[in-house]
DNA sequence: GCGACAG
DNA sequence: ATCTTGTCGC
């Protein structure tokens, strides 16, 4: 029998087909998802880096990621998408509300990235797969979590000077950091999403910023989601 | 029951 | 996240 031409459709698409679309598919899917997260040193030294962001307007969504070369930062290229809005916010799920855009957003980047900076968190989650997690173990790609606020964990107050930071604890667990990026200025929650650790994951945010409080893939992400929201969102 | 709560 | 004016501080 000749080979079949259909392909099967990829992880991604088949798992965005059946989507969750309330709060009881979704805890279940983490409950699954979580035993694939892997934290275990990059296998490969970053040469991509992509950052990732969305705007939101009425009952719809702009999704942008922002490739980078890396160490250099020098900027490719992006990309974005889209789509209305079916999934609520509620905290510790926000993965399923901008997930699907995300996903499709990041297929569409002309390079596969070797780490993905989201602004949300990594392991630093209720059930061990904020978004940077959830998505990178979807797409089987190194992640990190960077958020501008904390969800879950204790910790002390970092010094003051960039660069610092005190460790997030979680039920006597080290699940990421509060690193200071700009002198003075207020910290930002690095956690590791997928396929990369605690320390390494600081490292890369620290290298992607240089005088904003978040790395650059994330701000550029963030900005030009913005952007595209009231140009194209308007009407 | 009360407080906390990424974006 | 979004809605929004002025304002404090480097």
Redesign the pocket.
């Known amino acids: 029998m000749a080979m079949s031409r259909l392909k099967s459709p990829a992880k991604e698409e088949t798992l965005i087909g059946r989507w969750p679309g309330d709060i009881r598919e979704a805890m279940a899917v983490q409950e699954t998802l979580r035993k694939r997260v892997r934290l275990i040193h990059l296998q490969k030294t970053p040469e991509y880096v992509a950052g990732v ?5 009425g009952d719809r969504v702009v999704c942008v990621s922002s490739l980078f070369r890396f160490p250099a930062l020098e900027h490719i290229e992006d990309v974005y998408t889209i789509t209305d809005v079916k999934f609520p ?1 509620i ?5 399923f509300r901008e997930g699907p855009a995300i996903i499709m957003t990041i297929r569409k980047l002309s390079i596969r990235p070797d780490v993905l900076l989201f ?3 990594g392991i630093a ?1 209720p059930y061990g797969l ?3 997690s959830h998505i990178g173990v979807l797409l089987n790609i190194p992640s990190i ?1 960077c ?6 964990g204790d910790h002390t107050e970092p010094d003051r000077r960039k660069g610092m930071f005190s460790y997030l604890t979680y039920r006597g667990k080290r699940i990421g950091a509060v690193l200071r990026t700009r002198d003075g200025v207020k910290p930002v929650f690095v956690s590791p999403g997928h396929l990369i650790e605690l320390e390494e994951a600081i490292d890369i945010v620290l290298r992607c910023t240089d005088r904003y409080r978040l790395p650059e893939p994330v701000r550029r992400a ?1 900005i030009v989601s ?1 952007r595209l ?1 009231n140009e194209l969102l308007s009407s």
Request: charged share 25%; aromatic share 10%; hydrophobic share 35%.
């Open positions: 962001d969305a705007a939101f307007g916010y905290p510790g799920f926000l993965s602004d949300g968190q989650h904020g978004i940077a979590g958020a501008k606020s904390r969800l879950i963030d913005k929201r």
